[in-house]
């Protein structure tokens, strides 16, 4: 189903009608959703909502809304104006729900426990926005799981102060998070916090994933813990799996030379899996250079 232009979604909007997909689009005068406008028994699988003005003092009705479908799978909310994701918005378990995707939506910041009762979701993406604050155990989870929770907060313009202190804690499975997507990193960072990233690094099944582009200053003072921490935690922070920086995309001629790269491909895989990678400027690995940064001068 593809409702257009809608202004108002109120108790019960749909009746008795079920579908397993609903499209609103265009949506710029909606201002909320009734926390009971689906029925109670509904089968929507898939949501998608483009454009709407969610009013802030009305979001919690929102989501909760959201949160009463008990099959949903897969949400999208695109270019629809709403300044938080609240705490505890998705309050009820929807073991179904597998993706979330918030993209573009101008969003400042991320509630506590926003999404701990969704026991199954496997790709979050919060893309696009302007977040300043990610609050305390804003990815945490009620539910244990081997199966990563892939998270992406590309294009945000973070700045040091936006990951409040514990904003990666209470997880009970792992999380890998990328801050940066092939070819571009957008963030005003110049510094990862080690008393945000460092106990995320201490997990052994996290992730954190840059690109060069996401160039840190890493002769500044607050860079030096990562060069301190185990061997093993540097190795949690790198490229992105998919980047075409693990290995060259230069064609070269002649079946000897592929084979040189080819080597030399596999080595520079093999090195950045025992080290890890941290961007600094000009790409360079922090891995690479720290025996070069005067860390009594810049720690004085």
Known sequence: MVLRNVTELGPNSFGAVDFAELHIEDADQLASIAPDCFQANSTLQKLRISGANFASDRLGGTFEAMSR?????????????????????????????????????????????????????????????????????????????????????????????????????????????????????????AFLDEAVFAPFLDKPANRLYLEPECELRCERCEMRWLVEMPKHAQRRV??????????????????????????????????????????CRGGANLFDIYEHIDWEKECS
């Open 69 to 189: 479908l008990p099959t949903l799978r897969s949400l999208f909310i695109w270019s629809a104006n709403f300044e938080f994701v609240p705490e505890y918005a998705f309050s009820r378990p929807q073991p179904f729900l597998k993706e979330i995707v918030l993209y573009g939506n101008n969003i400042r910041a991320i509630g506590s426990y926003s999404f701990a009762n969704l026991a199954n979701l496997e790709q979050l993406r919060i893309d696009g926005n302007n977040i300043i604050l990610v609050d305390k155990y804003a990815l945490a989870t009620n539910y244990s799981s081997a199966v990563p929770l892939q998270v992406t907060l590309v294009s945000n313009n973070f700045r040091e102060n936006s990951f409040a202190f514990m904003s990666l804690a209470g997880a009970l499975r792992p999380l890998a998070v990328s801050l940066a997507e092939v070819g571009g990193c957008f963030w005003e960072l």
């Open 238 to 279: 790198t490229l992105l799996p998919e980047s075409p920086y693990r290995t060259s995309s230069t064609t070269n001629e002649g079946e000897g030379k592929q084979s040189e790269n080819s080597t030399s491909n596999s080595a520079a895989a093999a090195l950045l899996a025992a080290t890890g990678y941290v961007p």
